[in-house]
């Protein structure tokens, strides 16, 4: 199956690049591009990409309120993307909000060829983008806030079972599956089915929702080791 990329980026040369460089690959197809949000928004609604390439810093409208115009579209627009966020800088205040929203993950725009394809098809595959310095990003925030945990987050936790539940806080920690499954002296594949019915019981779209679940509920607090 081809996977239909859009870039929104406010560089050119930036967007030449990479559509240059995604459209080599046999599997990946290069169906759109905009310099800013606004448009991103438009060119989604009418290519219906199966991953949008999102520039988080851009005039008119932002790649977080694109993100969201995205994620969370009007009554009528069935459509949702995977969106991967691009950033210049690694310390982004955006990424929790941009998380929260839905984003898939984050790439920095100066990663290695390698990496932006692999990011690709990766979030297209429906799994995260979380790379540890993020999940470690996502923590700071928690503890510079220190929200109080939702309720409703909280009681959505006794539907999972004590292994779930620990699963859970070890992706919220960051750890990989396979430390995840040495942690736990379990098969990797193992690993993956709990996270796949954790994902299920909670509603969660993928890894990086389920990092923001675990904090907002309680089950792991900034501060834990």
């Known amino acids: 199956m081809t996977i ?18 995604l459209a080599a690959q046999s599997d990946i197809d290069v169906v759109g591009e905009a310099p800013n949000g606004k448009e991103g928004v438009q060119v989604s609604r009418t290519t219906h990409p199966d991953v949008v390439l999102m520039d988080v810093r851009m005039p008119e409208m932002d790649g977080l ?41 984050f790439l920095l725009k100066d990663a290695p060829p390698t990496d932006l394809i692999a990011a690709v098809r990766v979030v297209a595959g429906g799994d995260a983008l979380l790379a540890p ?3 470690r990003r996502l923590i700071a925030q928690f503890a510079r806030q220190k929200p109080a945990p939702r ?9 999972l079972t004590p292994r779930e539940t620990e699963v859970l806080e070890l992706i919220a ?3 990989s599956n396979q430390e995840i499954a040495d942690r736990l002296v379990l098969a990797e594949q193992t690993v993956k089915t709990h996270i796949g019915r954790v994902l299920s019981k909670l509603g969660l779209r993928d890894r990086a929702q389920a990092v923001i679940f675990a904090y907002e509920s309680g089950l792991v607090t900034p501060g834990d080791q």
């Open 173 to 175: 920690r960051g750890l």
């Open 133 to 135: 310095s993020v999940t």
């Open 151 to 159: 309720r409703n987050r909280a009681l959505d936790l006794n539907g």
């Open 65 to 105: 309120a694109a993100a969201r115009a995205l994620l969370d579209p009007p009554p009528g627009v069935v459509h949702r993307p995977k969106v991967l966020m691009l950033t210049t800088f690694d310390a982004d205040d955006y990424v929790y909000e941009a998380l929260r929203a839905g984003a898939s993950g």
């Open 4 to 21: 239909r990329v859009i870039i929104v980026d406010d560089q050119a040369m930036v967007r030449a690049g990479f559509a240059a460089l």
